[in-house]
T-cell receptor, first 115, second 114 residues
Framework: DVKVTQSSRYLVKRTGEKVFLECVQD?????MFWYRQDPGLGLRLIYF???????EKGDIPEGYSVSREKKERFSLILESASTNQTSMYLC??????????????FGDGTRLSIL | AQSVTQLDSQVPVFEEAPVELRCNYS??????LFWYVQYPNQGLQLLLK??????LVKGINGFEAEFNKSQTSFHLRKPSVHISDTAEYFC????????????FGKGTLLTVNP
């Protein structure tokens, strides 16, 4: 089974802090994704990466950046945390050819609170 | 651009009753369709997917979905639900051969009562 591991289940940070959310997958998948999930809004794509050192903006990239230095690890960075970034953050990975027909595999999420 | 509408935000049912969770999508081109389930305090798990071929797709835990191209729908069904099916269900669509973007609906919370 594919394993996607997010480093923290719960995280509390203060406004203005730089926050790192880490995600590691163990299946040598090319594609990795960061979503945020908010009640009534479903999942919204923040950033994705289809190769090491490659990244693409999703629907809501403002206030976030990402890093992918190794294939198995995809980090989400909140440069200066704000209260409106309090949310559930989900990481996903996906393998296979670039035809869009493979399912995404999700981590258990990080519930981030910004005070 | 594609979009997904899940017509019900909450669906309460009694145990052993049948259930249908509705999903409609819009896209001008061919798509792949997915249903995911999220149990409390967990990430999403794939229930089933439609890629091509038979329009009736069977998934895990006794769920199935039917792709209807003319109505652009992909409704999820189960003939008899259990308490353990209580979860949030997400429909998702992706344009065939596209650049990896998966568009999710806003979710339907299924609550199974004893």
């Amino acid at each position: 089974d594919v394993k996607v591991t997010q480093s923290s289940r719960y995280l509390v940070k203060r406004t203005g802090e730089k926050v790192f959310l880490e995600c590691v997958q163990d299946m040598d998948h090319e594609n990795m994704f960061w979503y945020r999930q908010d009640p009534g809004l479903g999942l919204r794509l923040i950033y994705f990466s289809y190769d090491v050192k490659m990244k693409e903006k999703g629907d809501i990239p403002e206030g976030y950046s990402v890093s992918r230095e190794k294939k198995e690890r995809f980090s989400l960075i909140l440069e200066s945390a704000s209260t409106n970034q309090t949310s559930m953050y989900l990481c996903a990975s996906e393998g296979g050819a670039r035809y869009g027909n493979q399912p995404q595999h999700f981590g258990d999420g990080t519930r981030l609170s910004i005070l | 651009a594609q979009s997904v509408t899940q017509l019900d935000s909450q669906v309460p049912v009694f145990e052993e009753a049948p259930v249908e969770l509705r999903c409609n999508y819009s896209s001008s081109v061919s798509v792949y369709l997915f249903w995911y389930v999220q149990y409390p305090n967990q990430g999403l798990q794939l229930l089933l997917k439609y890629l091509s071929g038979s329009t009736l797709v069977k998934g895990i835990n006794g769920f199935e979905a039917e792709f209807n191209k003319s109505q652009t729908s992909f409704h999820l069904r189960k003939p008899s639900v259990h308490i353990s099916d209580t979860a949030e269900y997400f429909c998702a669509v992706r344009v065939r051969g596209s650049n990896y973007k998966l568009t999710f609906g806003k979710g339907t919370l299924l609550t199974v009562n004893p």
